[in-house]
T-cell receptor, first 113, second 112 residues
Framework: DSGVTQTPKHLITATGQRVTLRCSPR?????VYWYQQSLDQGLQFLIQ???????AKGNILERFSAQQFPDLHSELNLSSLELGDSALYFC????????????FGEGSWLTVV | DQQVKQNSPSLSVQEGRISILNCDYT??????FLWYKKYPAEGPTFLIS?????DKNEDGRFTVFLNKSAKHLSLHIVPSQPGDSAVYFC???????????FGKGTRLSVIA
């Protein structure tokens, strides 16, 4: 158990809908990362927050947004969902923003039908 | 453009033998490298890391080798055990500066 908690574990939704994925980092970690793993793809970095502020942005679509709240939990919002958004979404956390080693949650499986 | 490449999607090894997983990178600025292991229905877990000032780092049965001139690293598992069967991801970063960039993973199967 990494200490990173993600909910929901599984989610099935229709195209055009909006979903929110939630992440609670390890106790004491200030930095949160979101990664996407699609079929045959590696872990694609989406976005990083540190202590409530956006720190780095990767290949995140404009339809996707995220935030980190004062209690350090984070939410990833996915809107106008398309079939291609079906993937495993991982949250990870680290103590500092440099993120030399990050610790992953178990992921949220999103299926768009 | 994939900056971290794991060209072997899968590898099968007999129990007790050595497993060698390979990873190539294209960004010469990368100076910190990690291996993560992932079991089904779980998140990736950190296995071992190496910084560019070293060419080898060892932790029990796991050793990572770094060849900076070839932009290549490898993970050696000796001896391999059935419990090592998992997907292994190679990752790299510019130390302290960029989020980790991951390869697509190599599925290792250790056969008893």
């Amino acid at each position: 158990d990494s200490g990173v908690t993600q909910t929901p574990k599984h989610l099935i939704t229709a195209t055009g809908q909006r979903v929110t994925l939630r992440c609670s980092p390890r106790s004491g970690d200030l930095s949160v990362y979101w990664y996407q793993q699609s079929l045959d793809q590696g872990l694609q970095f989406l976005i990083q927050y540190y202590n409530g502020e956006e720190r780095a942005k990767g290949n995140i679509l404009e339809r996707f947004s995220a935030q980190q709240f004062p209690d350090l939990h984070s939410e990833l919002n996915l809107s106008s969902l398309e079939l291609g958004d079906s993937a495993l979404y991982f949250c990870a956390s680290s103590v500092d923003p440099r993120g030399n080693t990050i610790y992953f949650g178990e992921g949220s499986w999103l299926t768009v039908v | 453009d994939q900056q971290v490449k794991q060209n072997s999607p899968s590898l099968s090894v007999q129990e007790g033998r050595i497993s060698i997983l390979n990873c190539d990178y294209t960004n010469s600025m990368f100076d910190y490298f990690l291996w993560y292991k992932k079991y089904p229905a779980e998140g990736p877990t950190f296995l071992i890391s190496i910084s560019s000032i070293k060419d080898k780092n060892e932790d029990g049965r796991f050793t990572v080798f770094l060849n900076k001139s070839a932009k290549h690293l490898s993970l050696h598992i000796v001896p391999s055990q059935p419990g090592d069967s998992a997907v292994y991801f190679c990752a790299a970063s510019v130390l302290g500066n960029t989020p980790l960039v991951f390869g697509k993973g190599t599925r290792l199967s250790v056969i008893a």
